[in-house]
């Protein structure tokens, strides 16, 4: 149980273009949802959090203009980059977490590497 | 403030026992998360204790003490396939909202 997808897997695009992640609970129904990045042999680094049918908050220095995300249902999020650059290249992770009382544990899904040429 | 702190490597021996240790402030604790990262893949959860104490799970154990703000993740006979990141992280409410404060992970290598 508690599986967390994220499509795609790797993705190559363009410098200015958009690319969308989406990530998904498979079985289970993710109240919150978070976005991190993650450069090479760094540790991970919240971009936002996300609850679903609400608005997400995102973490200083993050742009919520250039990185877009939607909570739209219990079991969907989707991150957008926008106008891609060079620098956004990373390696983009999500993890879901139930609403269950008491559940604090994030399930990851296996991430989305983004190269920007 | 917010703040993790591990050590950054680690070199242990197949079949040997390895201690990560991890020291924390966290405002607003509740917990504290060991997950284990290999090299281009997303974390794994290994555990989560809120309780002083040890928890033991096969090979893997973790440690806590809230009132000195520190904990261990404890491998026993390690095998080449443990050689990744372990990822410690503390559980911090502030409000209504609760997230994850990460350490920048320990590389942990094991040599045959």
């Known amino acids: 149980g508690a599986v967390v997808s994220q499509h795609p897997s790797w993705v190559i695009c363009k410098s200015g273009t958009s690319v969308k992640i989406e990530c998904r609970s498979l079985?289970?129904?993710?109240?919150?949802m978070f976005w991190y990045r993650q450069f090479p042999k760094q540790s991970l680094m919240l971009m936002a959090t996300?609850?679903?049918?609400?608005?997400?908050?995102?973490e200083q220095g993050v742009e919520k203009d250039k990185f877009l995300i939607n909570h739209a249902s219990l079991t969907l999020s989707t991150l957008t980059v926008t106008s891609a650059h060079p620098e956004d290249s990373s390696f983009y992770i999500c993890?879901?977490?139930?609403?269950?009382?008491?559940?604090?544990?994030?399930?990851f899904g296996p991430g989305t590497r983004l190269t920007v040429t | 403030g917010q703040n993790i702190d591990q050590p950054t490597e680690m070199t242990a021996t197949e079949g040997a026992i390895v201690q990560i240790n991890c020291t924390y402030q966290?405002?607003?604790?509740?917990?504290l998360f060991w997950y284990q990262q290999h090299a281009g893949e997303a974390p794994t959860f290994l555990s989560y204790?809120?309780l002083d104490g040890l928890e033991e799970k096969g090979r893997f154990s973790s440690f806590l003490s809230r009132s000195k703000g520190y904990s261990y993740l404890l491998l026993k006979e390690l095998q080449m396939k443990d050689s990744a990141s372990y990822l410690c992280?503390?559980?911090?409410?502030?409000?209504?909202?609760?997230?994850?404060?990460w350490g920048l992970g320990t590389s942990l290598a094991v040599n045959p």
């Open positions: 966290t405002s607003g604790f509740n917990g």
């Open positions: 079985d289970f129904q993710a109240t919150t």
């Open positions: 996300s609850n679903e049918g609400s608005k997400a908050t995102y």
């Open positions: 204790n809120v």
């Open positions: 993890s879901a977490r139930t609403g269950l009382a008491g559940g604090h544990e994030q399930y």
């Open positions: 992280a503390g559980l911090a409410y502030a409000g209504n909202n609760r997230k994850l404060i």
